[in-house]
């Protein structure tokens, strides 16, 4: 167990509606990623969280949007939801401290399935 | 742009044999390459992590290497079990922090099936 946790496990949701994920660090971490892992795919890299501000961005679109808390836990919201949306979304923690070198501890993910 | 490529996607074996799972990467500027196991439908657990410096690394019956140059990896799985069945995923941590590609991207995996 990593310490990081999410919910809900699983959400069935159909197209054009919103979602909202969420992930709580493990304690101590200020840095969250999130992941998009399709079937058969490798998972990835949607967004970084460090001191609740975006620090990066993979290649999705606007409406792929997060929020990181003043505890560090963190939202991953999806409007307008497309069928190709449907995956298991990952959340990694991390402390960041020398920036670059930490290592990430992965939650059991979010199961969404959009019909 | 850096891509990671597993080698075979699939992969049966009898039990107590020896296997090796391939990972290639497309620039050998990384941080670290890191192993991880997915069960079917759950999170990834972390197996092993190869600093840049460090040539492998090794837990239990599991044995990893890091050619940087080459942009090559294994993962070695000694006597396997079939609880060891599962998805193997190889992982490189790019250079900067967050950015375009964030902190790790991976490799689609290599999908291990040992039989008893």
């Known amino acids: 167990e990593t310490g990081v946790t999410q919910s809900p496990t699983h959400l069935i949701k159909t197209r054009g509606q919103q979602v909202t994920l969420r992930c709580s660090s493990q304690?101590?971490?200020?840095?969250v990623s999130w992941y998009q892992q399709a079937l058969g795919q490798g998972p990835q890299f949607i967004f970084q969280?460090?001191?609740?501000?975006?620090?990066g961005r993979g290649n999705f679109p606007p409406r792929f949007s997060g929020l990181q808390f003043p505890n560090y836990s963190s939202e991953l919201n999806v409007n307008a939801l497309e069928l190709d949306d449907s995956a298991l979304y990952l959340c990694?923690?991390?402390?960041?401290?020398?920036?670059?070198?930490?290592?990430?501890?992965f939650g059991p993910g979010t199961r969404l399935l959009v019909l | 742009k850096q891509e990671v490529t597993q080698i075979p996607a699939a992969l049966s074996v009898p039990e107590g044999e020896n296997l090796v799972l391939n990972c290639s990467f497309t620039?050998?500027?990384?941080?670290?390459l890191q192993w991880f196991r997915q069960d079917p439908g759950k999170g990834l657990t972390s197996l092993l992590l190869?600093?840049?410096?460090?040539r492998e690394q090794t837990s239990g019956r599991l044995n990893a290497s890091l050619d940087k140059s080459s942009g090559r990896s294994t993962l070695y799985i000694a006597a396997s079990q079939p609880g060891d069945s599962a998805t193997y995923l190889c992982?490189?941590?790019?250079?900067?922090?967050?950015?375009?590609?964030?902190?790790?991207?991976f490799g689609k995996g290599t999908k291990l099936s040992v039989k008893p």
């Open positions: 190869i600093q840049s410096s460090q």
């Open positions: 304690s101590g971490h200020n840095t």
């Open positions: 990694a923690s991390s402390f960041s401290l020398s920036l670059g070198a930490e290592t990430q501890y």
């Open positions: 969280y460090y001191r609740e501000e975006e620090n």
């Open positions: 620039d050998s500027a990384i941080y670290n």
């Open positions: 992982a490189v941590r790019a250079p900067g922090w967050g950015g375009s590609q964030g902190n790790l991207i």
